[in-house]
């Protein structure tokens, strides 16, 4: 709870001035029926019209001072409902932000997504809708039952059997939905997960036909998510139903002895009836407490689900840091071992050792599965060492600044992402305040240029989201374009011109070396051209290093790269 409380600050105003008009508008309805009482007790029975009318005039006062409260309420718990969930979606957001991969691979994409909107939206459905009878239900009770109590107290016993039988039902309810609340939200991260699967890769899905195999996968978790709230709520609802037969029984058994009083003169008619509107008002607060349980309940399942993501440290952190920069882009990695899970049986990278001198262009190249990509996530610290070190300028990369690391450090993934924006938005991604100039040069060199001026709208276009919009090669040379412009002191580029020809790959290593030409390069890739004229280059074979040399001693010595070029020689893969 204090975790909780924590994102309430912001909206301690609002959060008090909902309980001031709370509990005033509380008092004012339980005046309401002691104005009632007295006019049937005094007005109706002495036929005193002047004061009917004015004990009329103040009911009717009392409830349009109440009505202007329950507005004013209203305001102000939607106010702090949804500013608490603003503030908890904003600090889950900010959260995730500082993960690392490794983090992040502890939780699926989809349960993150229902985390950030479902269950913060179920807290904050609870704050705007629980918090007035939260703090209704109390006021109204207590003082329905003293006031009760005080018009006839044997009559107000009922309440010692009614409250219990209540009790015992809120017990039954609660315990039993808990479990069954924890299941849907889990059922709602399987919805998420086959809905993201299939609007991912909704063209794989098309072009082999599988459509109706994605439908019925689908139809199975939809099912499961219905099926399970479908118990969860019908479970709750029982909680309406079962707290109206016990407040019609109390009612009937109040009518039946209060009835008796009555007649026997121990009880006037008015009393009779204020004592059944607070009643009324004490058996409707128990069923408002009790769906202010239910409500706290699901709140309780959906905070654990956020908890987790908030409370979980990040396995990368700036502890270690010091105030240097990266000036030079040498790179030495030292015995190096990897593997993504301490439990892991084997290491991914094994002994991994070699020297980049500032301003050289390194090759890797290795079958599918040789962690080639691994290798190159571990520079900029995407995942941290198992074991053994990596320096940059003669640094362990621990003592900078992951800021500073990653500004230094421009990696083009193998996997190309591009935002929902214009292209000159997805540029700015490399520098915010980037020139047109800068950006023209940058295109140049990616071989942008060849392409932008067939865009409806050049470097204005919408590119849709993911970057639909253009060719997967086009995609390639926007993203190396979007690292150029950062200037960085390393350049990764992995696997990054694999959907290029030839002659446009030549022509952006020309024009990496020319424009660039003190920036250290790696350039993972399939294809021996796209790294022939490397300074060096490291096999890589099942997470090893099998050699590391120029194009030409590899050819002439290395039984894997001779494969590798004479295959892709036939293939027609080299110019």
């Not at 037969?245 to 009083?261: A, E, H, K, P, R």
């Not at 940059?392 to 450090?409: A, F, N, V, W």
């Not at 696997?495 to 030839?502: G, L």
Request: aromatic share 8%.
């Amino acid at each position: 709870m204090k975790n909780f409380l924590s994102y309430t600050k912001k909206y301690k105003k609002e959060f008090i001035l909902a309980i001031i008009c709370i509990e005033t508008e509380t008092i004012f309805e339980l005046i309401i029926p002691m104005i009632m009482s007295n006019i049937i007790d005094i007005g109706v029975a002495n036929n005193d019209r002047s004061y009917i009318l004015l004990k009329g005039f103040q009911m009717v006062l009392c409830a349009v001072i109440s009505l202007l409260l329950g507005h004013a309420c209203a305001k102000y718990t939607a106010a702090c409902g949804n500013g608490i969930g603003a503030e908890i979606r904003m600090a889950e957001f900010q959260k995730m932000q500082t993960y690392s991969f490794e983090n992040t691979d502890r939780f699926s994409t989809p349960s993150l997504v229902t985390r950030l909107t479902s269950d913060v939206t179920t807290i904050q459905n609870s704050v705007t809708n629980g918090m007035r009878p939260a703090f209704r239900s109390p006021v109204m009770m207590i003082t329905a039952i003293v006031v009760s109590f005080m018009i006839n107290a044997k009559l107000a016993t009922v309440f010692l059997i009614a409250a219990p039988i209540l009790a015992i039902i809120l017990f039954f309810i609660i315990k039993n939905v808990q479990p069954l609340y924890s299941r849907m939200q889990s059922a709602i991260d399987l919805v998420n997960r086959i809905v993201q699967e299939n609007l991912t890769a909704i063209r794989v899905v098309k072009a082999y036909v599988r459509s109706d195999y994605e439908t019925s996968k689908f139809e199975e978790v939809n099912s499961n998510l219905q099926t399970s709230s479908e118990k969860a709520f019908s479970l709750s609802a029982l909680n309406m139903p079962a707290f109206q037969f016990v407040m019609y029984g109390t009612i009937l058994s109040i009518l039946w002895f209060g009835g008796d009083l009555v007649m026997i003169g121990n009880m006037k008619v008015g009393a009779l009836t204020s004592f059944l509107s607070y009643v009324l008002q004490v058996l409707n607060s128990l069923m408002m407490f009790s769906s202010v349980f239910l409500l706290f309940t699901r709140s309780l399942t959906s905070w654990k689900r956020i908890s987790e993501v908030l409370d979980e440290d990040p396995t990368i952190n700036d502890d270690r840091a010091k105030d240097i920069k990266v000036t030079k882009g040498s790179i030495r990695f030292e015995h190096v071992y990897f593997k993504y899970k301490e439990t892991a049986k084997e290491y991914v990278l094994s002994d991994i050792s070699f020297d980049i001198k500032p301003g050289q262009t390194i090759g890797i190249i290795g079958q599918t599965g040789a962690a080639k990509s691994t290798l190159v996530q571990l520079i900029p610290r995407l995942y941290d060492v198992t074991a053994g070190d990596i320096y940059i300028d003669d640094h362990p990369i621990y003592e900078y600044t992951q800021k500073h690391l990653r500004d230094s450090i421009a990696v083009v993934l193998q996997k190309n992402t591009l935002f929902s924006g214009t292209v000159k938005e997805n540029l700015y991604w490399g520098k915010e305040d980037a020139t047109d100039e800068e950006i023209k040069r940058a295109c140049n060199i990616a071989c942008v240029n060849e392409f932008i001026d067939r865009l409806d709208n050049g470097y204005d276009t919408d590119l849709g989201q993911g970057g639909v919009n253009v060719s997967g090669g086009q995609k390639q040379r926007l993203c190396i374009a979007r690292a150029i412009l950062k200037a960085p002191k390393v350049l990764i580029l992995d696997d990054s011109t694999s959907a290029v020809d030839t002659a446009t790959e030549a022509k952006i290593r020309e024009g990496l070396e020319k424009a660039l030409p003190g920036m250290t390069k790696i350039i993972i890739a399939q294809r021996i051209s796209s790294i022939m004229h490397a300074d060096q280059i490291i096999i890589l074979d099942d997470g090893k290093i099998n050699a590391i040399g120029t194009h030409d001693k590899l050819l002439t010595d290395n039984e894997i790269y001779q494969d590798i070029y004479y295959s892709q020689q036939k293939g027609g893969n080299l110019s």
